[in-house]
């Protein structure tokens, strides 16, 4: 594994699949903290690589396991609370050492660093499916500035959620409600049938290019969008930039798309590879009535 730092490489450590490093193949800065998935070295309690700090748990990677349960235990009966990664860690990562940080609810998505501005003022009647999401730029250099304007024409023009450049998530718009953010349709994707994701960034027109996305809008925007694509059963392949189903500024959502793309990939197959763990963990009916039977 390598990290870089603005200064250079910090870090060069081989692994074994569950974190544990590798004897002779190991080399870092004295300051570098971060080992594993990313995950702080925790050195001065079990020695070198041997146990690592998350915001929730402490892992041991000589076991593969987490020192203490799974703070959303509940969702998963079918594992054990201190099992890492489904005991795939090929396929999945868990830095945090609980789950995805968006979940949606009703509709409106929830986590650290959501702002939830739905209000009367942009709304629009429900849609009868979601079957698209769609990335947009907001050709501005704040969400504030989006958020005015939409508001300012009470949804003339809207979208879902706006991506500022810290990362912060505004929702304006109910996921399971219209708004109006394609424009003029190319084909069927339209206001009626897809969700709308702006990401905070502006237009040189000189150059004609636009503004790269922040480390914070690659991520959070990666995470928000693979939460919706979940929730709402949909595919990577139903995911379009914005140029590509309206008459919009070439290379609009194309430059979202391309900064995000590894990364939401990423996490869509993690995501695929848990619910199918899970399913497998999961008796069906039939098979509890066989293990019940007399």
Same mark, same amino acid.
């Given at each position: 594994?390598?990290?870089?730092?603005?200064?250079?490489?910090?870090?060069?450590?081989?692994?074994?699949?569950?974190?544990?490093?590798?004897?002779?193949?190991?080399?870092?800065?004295?300051?570098?903290?971060?080992?594993?998935?990313?995950?702080?070295?925790?050195?001065?309690?079990?020695?070198?690589?041997?146990?690592?700090?998350?915001?929730?748990?402490?892992?041991?990677?000589?076991?593969?396991?987490?020192?203490?349960?799974?703070?959303?235990?509940?969702?998963?009966?079918?594992?054990?609370?201190?099992?890492?990664?489904?005991?795939?860690?090929?396929?999945?990562?868990?830095?945090?050492?609980?789950?995805?940080?968006? =979940?949606?609810?009703?509709?409106? &998505?929830?986590?650290?660093?959501?702002?939830?501005?739905?209000?009367?003022?942009?709304?629009?009647?429900?849609?009868? =499916?979601?079957?698209?999401?769609?990335?947009?730029?907001?050709?501005?250099?704040?969400?504030?500035?989006?958020?005015?304007?939409?508001?300012?024409?009470?949804?003339?023009?809207?979208?879902?959620?706006?991506?500022?450049?810290?990362?912060?998530?505004?929702?304006?718009?109910?996921?399971?409600?219209?708004?109006?953010?394609?424009?003029?349709?190319?084909?069927?994707?339209?206001?009626?049938?897809?969700?709308?994701?702006?990401?905070?960034?502006?237009?040189?027109?000189?150059?004609?290019?636009?503004?790269? &996305?922040?480390?914070?809008?690659?991520?959070?925007?990666?995470?928000?969008?693979?939460?919706?694509?979940?929730?709402?059963?949909?595919?990577?392949?139903?995911?379009?930039?914005?140029?590509?189903?309206?008459?919009?500024?070439?290379?609009?959502?194309?430059?979202?798309?391309?900064?995000?793309?590894?990364?939401?990939?990423?996490?869509?197959?993690?995501?695929?590879?848990?619910?199918?763990?899970?399913?497998?963990?999961?008796?069906?009916?039939?098979?509890?009535?066989?293990?019940?039977?007399?």
């Amino acid at each position: 594994m390598k990290k870089l730092s603005s200064a250079g490489l910090s870090i060069v450590e081989g692994y074994d699949p569950f974190g544990m490093i590798l004897a002779g193949r190991t080399w870092t800065v004295d300051d570098y903290r971060f080992g594993f998935n990313s995950m702080e070295s925790n050195d001065e309690i079990q020695g070198e690589g041997n146990s690592y700090t998350t915001t929730w748990r402490q892992y041991d990677p000589r076991l593969g396991r987490w020192l203490s349960p799974d703070p959303v235990m509940s969702k998963y009966p079918g594992w054990s609370p201190y099992v890492f990664a489904f005991d795939n860690p090929i396929l999945i990562i868990d830095p945090e050492g609980d789950e995805p940080p968006y =979940t949606i609810e009703n509709g409106v &998505l929830q986590g650290e660093g959501v702002v939830n501005d739905i209000t009367a003022v942009t709304a629009r009647p429900a849609m009868k =499916t979601v079957t698209a999401v769609v990335l947009h730029r907001t050709v501005s250099t704040t969400a504030q500035s989006a958020i005015n304007t939409t508001k300012g024409n009470k949804g003339t023009t809207g979208f879902h959620i706006v991506v500022d450049k810290n990362g912060t998530i505004t929702q304006l718009n109910n996921f399971e409600n219209r708004a109006n953010h394609v424009g003029k349709p190319k084909g069927g994707v339209n206001n009626y049938n897809s969700i709308g994701i702006e990401v905070v960034g502006d237009y040189d027109e000189e150059t004609g290019t636009w503004e790269p &996305l922040t480390e914070e809008q690659i991520e959070n925007t990666a995470q928000a969008l693979n939460t919706i694509l979940q929730e709402y059963d949909l595919t990577l392949e139903d995911v379009y930039p914005h140029e590509e189903v309206s008459w919009k500024t070439e290379g609009e959502g194309q430059v979202v798309e391309d900064a995000i793309w590894t990364r939401v990939t990423e996490l869509y197959n993690q995501s695929l590879e848990a619910k199918r763990l899970e399913e497998e963990e999961t008796p069906s009916p039939s098979q509890g009535d066989d293990l019940h039977a007399d």
